[in-house]
């Protein structure tokens, strides 16, 4: 097996941790039965609670408007396994993962629990190694984007229910949905217009939206009307 460039996989990171370190954090269970040593286990429970409390401040501070829930919400969408498993494929975690036969054999190196797993464990080797203000570096460097992004949230969360939520953190009153429709029976569209009726906004609706029933409007209208009140 041909030593993983871990030189390459600090550049990518953008840390500085050792050799060792790295290896640790990508040894997945399966590698630590067949050739002995630790696994990454216990580093990826540190690095889980070290993003958690990392993704929560940046959301803190980036979104002062939201409640709450509205909050925890993104911070389930950011810190998701498929989130997670995104960003590791784009430094090219998969490539350094040190797994068993039975994981090589089923593409292991794809699987995005194996992937979120392992980027977890390289941010808790980051906080052993470097401390927390070096790891809270790597998590916003890493997952930055995607936190100051909207559409992460628009496309993730229910769009009625953040529209709501962010109506009245702006103190504004519920949004009232129109609805109509149009075609056979057997072939509707449903069309839905969202208002807010606020002498701030326009008489007009501030979303439109349609869709094979009338759930699926609304929540395109809703969606389209998060989109313009960020804006805004």
Known sequence: MTPPDWESLRRALGVSVSDEA??????????????????NERLEFLGDAV???AVTALLY????????????KRRATVVSTQALAGIARAVDLGNYLL????????DGR????????ALEAV???VFIEQGHEVADGLVESLLGETIRNPETFVHAADPKTTL??????????PPRYVLSEEGPDHDKVFMAEVFIDHPQ?????????????????????ARDALAVLRGA
């Open 22 to 39: 790295l290896r640790h954090a990508l040894t997945h269970s399966t590698w630590a039965y067949e050739n002995g040593g630790p696994n």
């Open 110 to 117: 794809n699987k995005a629990s194996l992937l979120a797993d």
């Open 201 to 221: 906004h326009s008489p007009g609706p501030v979303g439109r939206g349609q869709g094979p029933s009338k759930k699926v409007s609304e929540i395109n209208a």
């Open 61 to 72: 501070r980036h979104y002062p408007e939201l409640p709450e829930g509205e909050l925890a």
């Open 164 to 173: 709501q939520e962010l109506a009245t953190s702006r103190a504004l009153p």
């Open 99 to 106: 797994l068993g036969r039975g994981e090589e054999r089923t």
């Open 51 to 53: 993003l958690g409390q």
């Open 123 to 125: 941010i808790g080797v």
